[in-house]
Every structure is written in structure tokens, then in C-alpha cells.
């Protein structure tokens, strides 16, 4: 069974400049979470998506946004990028959100965006 | 909020022998997950192994172990037989079981093993 696809791998922007990245769930999984990991702030959480719906949103400024389709791709958005937006971008998902699945996140390899 | 604690940035094992990671968290709620994962060079954050807070035997996994004390708010994990393969940094997370809960993540201890 294919693991979580992240795309693209690497990504070079320039500040101001808005980027978008790929997420493809697991098949039968239908809950995407991001997460960006920075080596200062770590791992911190971006969103989670189920159905199609934003149900959870970490603590991201308007500019981070991001969407999920009827077959649970997901993709995120940054506008207006600033150099502080440098990250590893990592997609998660699980079959479900919380106890009424009891599944586990599966991460994808990360997209590593670098904001000039 | 729920935080979690590691206090060891860096560990350092020879082959065969074992080692024990720590962890710590605070949280006021009774039910809950953990987990330790795994994140090589490649990038990909793996699935070490998970345990439930309402369970009170300690899961295992092959050469991985846990030893949740509850009470302690304590999860450490413990690598036995370290080989090459496991060296990578190891991080602990929290989520809670509420339906639209989160990872919280700890900063990570990284594992350097030896031959």
C-alpha cells in the first residue's frame, strides 16, 4: 500500500510570493493534518481536514490556508511568503480524527521549502 | 494546553547495547495517546509505537519498549539491541482523545549509534 505522498520535495521562493503544496493520503484515509517543523519552533500544527472540512487550526496567521478535495487530497497555501516561513512542511494522515477512529498518523517525506 | 518534555537533545549507544529515551508530559485530561516516532535523514516522520492512557500494560514492539507511568506523567522508550538502522531523532507526542485533537510534539532527542 503507497505511503503518504508529499509534493514537491524541495522548494526555492522568494519573499512575497505565495506556494502551494501536495498532500495524497493513504488509500481509506480520510483525515490529512499539516504540520511544519523549523528547528527553532520544532514540530507545530498547521490544520487537519476530514471530509472535506478544516476541523482543527493551529496557531498560523491568515496567510497559511489550505483545502481538502472529495478523494481527501489536500493541499496547503502560503501567501505573501517570509523568510521565517523556511520549513519542513509535513502531511499526516490517519483514517479518522481522535477516539472514534484510534488511528494513528501516518507522515509523508515533506516538502522543504526555503523562502530567499 | 499540553506540553511535552524532552530532556535529552542527544543520546549516544553502541551497537547491540540499550538505551533508554525520556519523556515527560502535562496534561489534566485521563484519556489519551502517546507516541514515539522516528525521523531519519530521509525526512519521513515513522511510527515507532503508540500506547493508550487507559491501558496499563506497556506495549512493545520487536526491540522497542515503553515504560508509561501514568501517574508520573512519564513515557520513556527504550531501544534494545541498538543497531545502525536506529539512528535518527526520536520524538515523543501527545494526543488527546478527543475527536479533533492534535500531536503535540516534543523537541526531540536525537540518537547517534555506534558500531
Known amino acids: 500500500k503507497a505511503g503518504v505522498t508529499q509534493t514537491p520535495r524541495y522548494l526555492i521562493k522568494t519573499r512575497g510570493q505565495q506556494v502551494t503544496l501536495s498532500c495524497s493520503p493513504i488509500?481509506?484515509?480520510?483525515?490529512v493534518s499539516w504540520y511544519q517543523q523549523t528547528p527553532g519552533q520544532g514540530l507545530q500544527f498547521l490544520f487537519e481536514?476530514?471530509?472535506?472540512?478544516?476541523?482543527n487550526k493551529g496557531n498560523f496567521p491568515g496567510r497559511f490556508s489550505g483545502r481538502q478535495f472529495s478523494n481527501s487530497r489536500s493541499e496547503m497555501n502560503v501567501s505573501t511568503l517570509e523568510l521565517g516561513d523556511s520549513a519542513l512542511y509535513l502531511c499526516a494522515s490517519s483514517k479518522g480524527p481522535g477516539q472514534l477512529y484510534n488511528s494513528p498518523l501516518h507522515f509523508g517525506n515533506g516538502t522543504r521549502l526555503t523562502v530567499t | 494546553a499540553q506540553t511535552v518534555t524532552q530532556s535529552q537533545p542527544e543520546m549516544s549507544v553502541q551497537e547491540a547495547e540499550t538505551v533508554t529515551l525520556s519523556c515527560t508530559y502535562d496534561t489534566s485530561e485521563s484519556d489519551y495517546y502517546l507516541f514515539w516516532y522516528k525521523q531519519p535523514p530521509s525526512r519521513q516522520m515513522i511510527l515507532v509505537i503508540r500506547q493508550e492512557a487507559y491501558k496499563q500494560q506497556n506495549a512493545t514492539e520487536n526491540r522497542f519498549s515503553v515504560n508509561f507511568q501514568k501517574a508520573a506523567k512519564s513515557f520513556s522508550l527504550k531501544i534494545s539491541d541498538s543497531q545502525l538502522g536506529d539512528a535518527a531523532m526520536y520524538f515523543c507526542?501527545?494526543?488527546?482523545?478527543?475527536?479533533?485533537?492534535?500531536?503535540?510534539f516534543g523537541k526531540g532527542t536525537m540518537l547517534l549509534v555506534s558500531p
Open positions: 488509500s481509506g484515509h480520510r483525515s
Open positions: 481536514y476530514f471530509s472535506e472540512t478544516q476541523r
Open positions: 507526542a501527545y494526543r488527546s482523545a478527543l475527536r479533533y485533537s492534535t500531536l503535540t
